[in-house]
């Protein structure tokens, strides 16, 4: 069964950077596709972006396409999500999920991990 596990969120100012990673186990990027949603308080839960198996394209999803970036360390199997310019709206807590296609549905999802855009 797929793991997993988020780290690297935490406070930032606004204009800050952030990168979030995503450690997986039980599985490989070669087998699964790995998404990055976040959820802010009162909000309902959105799709930031995604990375595709096998060969890895991704999508950035438009409110944040030109801030975020997604990317992948296949030996590592390890998924990122470079946020920078960040804002107070990008406060929220960002999960990692997993699944064979990019949908916005995933089967294995991370515990999720908080980020805080705030002076």
């Known amino acids: 069964q797929l793991q997993l596990v988020e780290s690297g969120g935490g406070l930032v100012q606004p204009g800050g950077s952030l990168r979030l990673s995503c450690a997986i186990s039980g599985g490989t990027l070669d087998t699964y596709a790995i998404s990055w949603f976040r959820q802010a308080p009162g909000k309902e839960r959105e799709e930031v972006s995604c990375?595709?198996?096998?060969?890895?394209?991704?999508y950035v999803a438009e409110p944040v396409r030109d801030r975020f970036t997604t990317s992948r360390d296949v030996v590592k199997n390890m998924v990122f999500l470079q946020m920078t310019s960040l804002k107070p709206e990008d406060s929220a807590v960002y999960y990692c999920a997993g699944d064979y296609f990019c949908s916005s549905s995933m089967d294995y999802w991370g515990a999720g991990i908080l980020v805080n855009v705030s002076s």
């Open positions: 990375i595709t198996r096998r060969s890895g394209s991704t």
